[in-house]
């Protein structure tokens, strides 16, 4: 029987909660928001396939059989502009689509909180696109994929790397036709802490929120912001430099007690793919390629599946793919893919806080946004569209 009592060793992932033939596990929020198994013990057989089933208590060793780098960007203008990087997963999903498979990612629903869903609908797949800055909730995910893997079907799954570790634990063996990607995660924020925030949002514009973007490109690839809209019409764009939410973030104080002592800190993953943001694309590629602030994605292969993939999409696409150095891939992540973040002394107080004061007095008391944040912030658009009135003119010098 599966019992967290030290939280540092629950990810959150679901398989426990899958895998119960008896249905005694559910997954509960904890105070600062987190999901967590709770074992109804007068339902527990002690089968022990929980514990099992767990990617953090029954770790299982990796080894990677391919060791293969590429940069990606999408060709199609639309694909790459409401996708995080370069569209790399959008690409995968549309492959197992076209397979007569299946795309299980991470969705908003109807009142912005995030989950997963499994899907084999083309129309969909705009839903999937973009980072979610909050833990999905997988439900039953893993049990309605094994299903379709038994049934032969294609499925393509995306999450962190802790969420594909889940689901691999929960199957009990490799199947040729799942497709497993995950991303470099730098942490997992509170659920919790994102609904107090977009309540905030819709109390300070007086208006439901229709639809998020947590990286927009409006202001190109390097200077992405969080984009909200509301059903007046008015709309809140603020950059990692002065939007609250992601301050939060990246100050380390709000992200899952799991994610100071990361498990899955490791250039050696499960999945068959690694995907994360190209930076820095002009240096890692072995082609020469000029950076257009539009995303790329660096794509780490791990096997022999995933490598047979990438020849297939590239007959397909081969202008999106460029070759890259497996080990320069990962230099310019701050070692986010192997280090896990620092937890800050003052976390514990941090929720109390939130709980008791509500979101806007919580968020200035912990972080700072300064005037000359605010001051960048402003001067963005203007310095955005000089660089493209710029690119506009040397462009038509070259043509003449």
């Known amino acids: 029987m599966i019992k967290i009592t030290n939280k540092e060793n629950c990810c959150g992932c679901s398989s426990c909660y899958n895998i119960c033939p008896k249905h005694a ?152 036709n799942l497709i497993t990607i995950d991303i470099v995660c730098r942490s997992i924020p509170s659920p919790l802490l994102w609904q107090k925030y977009l309540n905030w949002q819709k109390e300070k514009h007086k208006a439901k929120i229709t639809y998020i973007n947590c990286r927009s490109k409006t202001y190109g690839y390097h200077n992405g912001s969080l984009v909200i809209h509301f059903s007046n019409g008015k709309m809140y764009s603020g950059s990692n430099r002065i939007d609250p939410y992601m301050k939060c973030f990246h100050s380390n104080v709000c992200s899952r007690p799991s994610c100071y002592q990361c498990k899955f800190k490791t250039r050696s993953r499960c999945s068959d793919f690694t995907v994360f943001d190209s930076w820095h694309p002009e240096k890692v590629s072995l082609k020469h390629i000029q950076d257009n602030n539009k995303g790329y994605s660096n794509v780490a292969v791990h096997t022999k599946k995933g490598l047979l993939i990438i020849h297939r999409l590239m007959q397909i696409s081969p202008t999106s793919f460029i070759h890259a150095e497996y080990d320069k891939l990962f230099e310019y992540t701050g070692k986010m893919d192997i280090e896990s973040i620092k937890e800050p002394s003052n976390r514990i107080k941090f929720y109390k806080d939130l709980d008791t004061l509500g979101f806007s007095k919580t968020y200035k008391k912990y972080v700072k946004i300064s005037f000359m944040d605010h001051l960048i912030e402003r001067i963005k658009p203007f310095y955005f569209k000089s660089k493209l009135c710029i690119a506009k003119v040397k462009s038509r010098r070259w043509h003449i």
């Not at 767990?54 to 960007?73: F, G, H, M, N, S």
């Not at 995080?84 to 498979?101: K, Q, V």
């Not at 999905?136 to 969420?163: E, M, W, Y």
Request: aromatic content about 10%; some cysteine; charged content about 25%.
């Open 25 to 176: 596990i559910s997954m509960q929020t904890d105070y600062e928001g987190f999901l967590y198994p709770i074992v109804d013990e007068d339902k527990c057989i002690k089968c022990g396939l929980c514990v099992s089933a767990c990617p953090i208590l029954d770790k299982t060793e990796i080894k990677d059989e391919i060791r293969e780098a590429y940069v990606y960007q999408d060709e199609d203008d639309e694909v790459l502009k409401t996708s995080t990087s370069g569209g790399f997963i959008d690409c995968l999903f549309h492959y197992a689509l076209n397979l007569e498979g299946f795309a299980s990612g991470v969705i908003y629903d109807e009142n912005f909180k995030t989950k997963h869903i499994i899907t084999n609908d083309n129309q969909a797949l705009v839903n999937l696109r973009g980072s979610k800055y909050s833990q999905s909730d997988l439900g039953n995910t893993f049990s309605r994929i094994k299903p379709l893997l038994q049934k032969n079907s294609l499925v393509a799954f995306c999450g962190t790397p802790c969420q594909v570790a889940g689901l691999k634990k929960f199957l009990k063996k490799d199947y040729d």
